[in-house]
């Protein structure tokens, strides 16, 4: 294990501990929301692609018993974090395995995942100035594989009838619903709006069913915060409870 600072956080209320970096990169509500937009199944196989520590996988299983999950992150001290935490929350389906989108090694089984999952770099390598951490570097931004590239990898891996399910900022719906479409199905997009529906919505997901025919529904989403600054009892319902987002 690398020597950096780390944190011991909660997710869920509590059920899911998280070992985490306390510099650059650190979990956020995205992961925890995406997980619980995944329709699995106790016995199916999942693929959680840029697992980073955990968290979203972990979600996921603590929602739903007796999954399959592994797990792909390209950085081996957010690997090996991963695996702690796996651990840590006696989550004996996780298994963690170091590689990218553009080496995955043999571990990754392409087309045998039931449900595939991701909450990929944000960020084209183009933007701005990169942060001073390294580990959010490569968090935040796109490197070996850029978007599309990144999309046509979860594709590949899932089983044909699977799903797809991503989040991403929403000023690039439109680049995450070109990227995923063209693996055919239904296209679900969901926003994340702050306060109130159709002010300034930061992030979105984007769900890929390929089980059904090839179109598209674009959802009222879900408000997070109330006026006081809390969460809503709908957000609360997911990120306290461990509930589910069913579309």
Not at 94 to 113: H, K, M, Q, R
Request: hydrophobic share 45%; proline share 5%.
């Amino acid at each position: 294990m690398s020597n950096i600072e780390r944190s011991k956080d909660r997710l869920l209320g509590g059920r899911v501990a998280l070992t985490q970096p306390v510099q650059g990169y650190r979990v956020a509500i995205d992961p925890v929301l995406l997980a619980a937009t995944v329709p699995a199944k106790p016995g199916e196989r999942v693929l959680d692609v840029g697992t980073g520590a955990g968290a979203a996988a972990l979600c996921l299983m603590a929602r739903i018993a007796d999954l399959r999950v592994d797990g792909l992150e390209i950085q081996t001290v957010l690997a090996d974090l991963a695996r702690e935490n796996a651990l840590e929350n006696r989550a004996d389906g996780f298994t963690v395995i170091t590689g990218d989108v553009c080496n995955s090694s043999a571990a990754i089984e392409l087309g045998g995942y039931d449900h595939v999952l991701s909450n990929p770099p944000y960020l084209p390598a183009s933007h701005g100035h990169p942060p001073p951490d390294a580990i959010a570097v490569l968090a935040e931004r796109e490197s070996s594989a850029d978007l599309k590239a990144w999309a046509a990898f979860c594709l590949k891996a899932t089983k044909p009838g699977g799903t797809v399910s991503m989040v991403h900022r929403f000023d690039r719906l439109d680049e995450v619903v070109s990227a995923l479409g063209s693996g055919g199905g239904e296209i679900i997009t969901y926003p994340l709006w702050p306060r109130r529906a159709g002010e300034g919505a930061k992030r979105v997901i984007v769900q890929l069913r390929r089980d059904v025919a090839r179109s598209r529904r674009d959802l009222a989403g879900m408000i997070l915060h109330a006026e006081d600054g809390g969460y809503t009892d709908t957000a609360a319902a997911v990120l306290r409870d461990g509930g589910a987002i069913t579309f």
